[in-house]
């Protein structure tokens, strides 16, 4: 496992998924992923066949909530800008005000 899934997996355990039940997940998502010619939107469509009616919202709420988990990472990784972009940025913020 990377640094990455690791992280993955004790945050989960925090939620109280143990990693038995991450393992059979992922292996089953793997094993979609693993399909010759699969999309994005043929991965989520095997996803979803495998989710029962009353467990779509559940699914839903999850999908959501990994969203909104990766935009808060890429918001933290987002490097400082650097000198430069910072002068550009201030020139159209003068540019904005000046129209």
């Known amino acids: 496992m990377s640094g990455n899934d690791e992280d993955l997996v004790t945050f989960m355990e925090g939620f109280g ?5 991450q393992r059979v997940v992922v292996d089953e998502l793997n094993a979609f992923r693993s399909i010759a010619g699969t999309t994005l939107k043929r991965y989520m469509n095997r996803s979803i066949e495998t989710i ?19 935009k808060a990472v890429d918001a933290l990784e987002e490097p400082d800008l650097s000198e430069e972009e910072k002068r550009i940025d201030r020139e159209i913020d003068n540019l904005k005000r000046v129209r």
């Open 17 to 21: 998924f143990t990693q038995d039940e």
């Open 52 to 70: 029962d009616e009353e467990e779509r919202h559940a699914f839903l709420k999850g999908i959501m909530v990994g969203v909104v988990l990766r």
